[in-house]
């Protein structure tokens, strides 16, 4: 079945870098485009921006620009996020999330990953 | 502070109709489909409704969106235990460049 896995979790250092993996199965990832979301504890959803899976360029957000980065290998089916200069406010679950255009038009998120709670310590 | 207004928090008793509803603008709900999404404790969110009022495959019909103007609800009736859980509207945006926007959630409790 179509699923996306996510990396486990991490614990880093302030200053430190991560990088979370999301490794698509169950359909050719370059068929359609996956999109980082960040939840802080306690709190919402909050989009950070996309990367085509078919040219490997990426987009970010505002407030998602300089330390954030996504990246693509088609030959394992993966996506990346990585964070460089961690901050304790990078503290959250990171999401990666399938764009598919939807039944009466727009897209959507149809397919999660299980999510990665990153945690940035002093 | 979020781009799509939800209330914080909603309540119902088992078999009841409960609405939550997703206030937005001109770039995002006035122009462009809504999705929701349902978050239950601990585990990644699931779509629940999309471009506006369709549900996918899998999602109980209990469950129905509706759209107008630049507001949106979703509506879930014959409330079960199981529906507590947040539940998150999201549009596309059309400022700064184009942006996937999202409301601030809605804690769903059932009484």
């Known amino acids: 079945q179509v699923q996306l896995v996510q990396s486990g979790s991490e614990l880093k250092n302030l200053g430190a870098s991560v990088k979370v993996s999301c490794k698509a199965s169950g359909y050719s990832i370059s068929t359609y485009s996956m999109n980082w979301v960040r939840q802080a504890p306690g709190q919402g959803l909050e989009w950070m921006g996309w990367i085509s899976t078919t040219t490997g360029n990426p987009m970010y957000a505002q407030g998602f620009t300089g330390r954030f980065v996504f990246s693509l290998d088609t030959s394992v089916s993966t996506t990346y996020l990585q964070i460089s200069s961690l901050k304790a406010e990078d503290t959250a679950v990171y999401y990666c999330?399938?764009?598919?255009?939807?039944?009466?038009?727009?897209?959507?998120?149809?397919?999660w990953g299980q999510g990665t709670m990153v945690t940035v310590s002093s | 502070q979020s781009v799509l207004t939800q209330p914080p928090s909603a309540s119902g008793t088992p078999g009841q109709r409960v609405t939550i509803s997703c206030s937005g603008s001109?770039?995002?709900?006035?122009?462009?489909?809504v999705n929701w999404y349902q978050q239950l404790p601990g585990t990644a969110p699931k779509l629940l409704i999309c471009s506006n009022n369709q549900r996918p495959s899998g999602v109980p019909d209990r469950f129905s969106g509706s759209k107008s103007g630049t507001s949106a609800s979703l509506a879930i009736s014959g409330l079960q235990s199981e529906d507590e859980a947040d539940y998150y509207c999201a549009a596309w945006d059309a400022s700064l460049n184009g942006r996937w926007v999202f409301g601030g959630g809605t804690k769903l409790t059932v009484l």
């Open positions: 999330a399938r764009a598919v255009p939807a039944t009466g038009g727009g897209d959507a998120f149809d397919v």
């Open positions: 001109s770039s995002n709900i006035g122009t462009n489909t």
